[in-house]
């Protein structure tokens, strides 16, 4: 049977308008048990451990997934090879979140009665506050009575979305009650797109003997020679203590062309109050400041106060893939 482009797209405006207003259901139906389980996963002395069957296990994989990443250790342990030795990996310190909708899931059967009987704290996420799960769990996350987007009313649909949403839920405010920082999360996020964005231009930048740097009263025909050299088409002037004073570039060369020019000391056509940057300010942070300026500017000098500690060019962060 084909369908029309207008019924396809009247299908994706129903699933996502009941998923939607579940949600908003959700976000209505909070008491205090969020505030529980949130304060039993930051007590918690061991680790925290995700689990869950079927549809519920796969957003337990991915909660266990945000959580460690924004500085609360979890791992996800499958509820039927728990039966079969994993359950070895959960210690009474540890605090186990089970996922089930209807809380009776009969896989979790093990995990739950192991914490029972070692005192293991369990948080229950699940439909049915008077399930087998939701009796024993020390907090239950407690669904509202939602209809699954699934026109049979059957597959896990709106009933998973709650599920991944209190999860990002719970990974938010663990990460605000741990103080999780940015360079914390940069540690955690080394690679791909994410690793990219977080990159400092501390990570980046040229320092120490590579910096060009010369004095305010260096003539010209020596500054160019200089400038050369160190290959990034700029100089930075600083005065006796080290501060940065100016900016001399290809560009102030073009503007500053002249018949004495080579006689000229450089603090006499350098570019004062240069943009500039800090070793701490995120690369594609620096490299908004280049594109912006309107300028053409290749270059930021790194200061430390005033002092210059590096310097950052638009080709380092092009070779590390910041765009």
């Not at 405006?13 to 996963?41: C, I, M, P, W």
């Not at 597959?155 to 741990?178: E, F, I, R, S």
């Not at 501390?202 to 010209?220: N, Q, R, T």
């Amino acid at each position: 049977m084909s369908m029309t482009d207008a019924e396809l797209s009247e299908i994706a405006k129903d699933v996502l308008t009941r998923e939607a207003e579940a949600l908003a259901l959700l976000a209505k139906s909070q008491d205090d048990s969020f505030a529980r389980a949130v304060n039993t996963l930051y007590e918690t002395k061991g680790r925290i451990i995700v689990t869950g069957m079927g549809k519920s296990g796969h957003v337990g994989r991915k909660i266990a997934a945000s959580l460690s990443s924004l500085g609360s250790p979890a791992y996800f342990v499958h509820p039927g090879e728990a039966s079969h030795g994993d359950l070895g990996m959960i210690e009474p310190v540890d605090t186990v979140l089970a996922l089930s909708n209807s809380g009776e899931a009969p896989e979790l059967g093990d995990i739950i009665a192991f914490c029972r009987r070692f005192g293991t704290k369990l948080i229950g996420m699940t439909s049915n506050r008077d399930s087998t799960l939701g009796k024993s769990s020390d907090v239950v996350l407690c669904l509202p009575p939602v209809e699954e987007a699934c026109p049979f009313g059957l597959a896990p649909t709106t009933t998973t979305t709650l599920m991944l949403a209190w999860g990002d839920a719970l990974a938010v405010a663990l990460l605000k009650l741990h103080h999780f920082s940015k360079e914390q999360y940069k540690l955690r996020h080394p690679g791909g797109k994410l690793g990219k964005m977080m990159l400092l231009v501390s990570d980046l930048m040229h320092a120490g003997d590579e910096l060009p740097l010369v004095g305010p009263d260096l003539k010209m025909s020596d500054a160019l020679v200089v400038m050369s050299e160190k290959g990034f088409g700029c100089l930075g002037i600083v005065d006796d203590s080290g501060d940065l004073l100016g900016i001399f570039t290809d560009g102030d060369l073009r503007r500053s062309m002249s018949s004495d020019l080579l006689t000229k000391k450089i603090s006499d056509v350098m570019t004062r109050r240069p943009k500039t940057t800090t070793p701490q300010t995120t690369a594609l942070e620096a490299l908004k400041i280049m594109n912006t300026t309107g300028k053409g500017i290749t270059s930021l000098f790194v200061l430390d106060a005033k002092k210059p500690v590096g310097l950052l060019h638009m080709h380092d962060c092009l070779r590390a893939g910041i765009a």
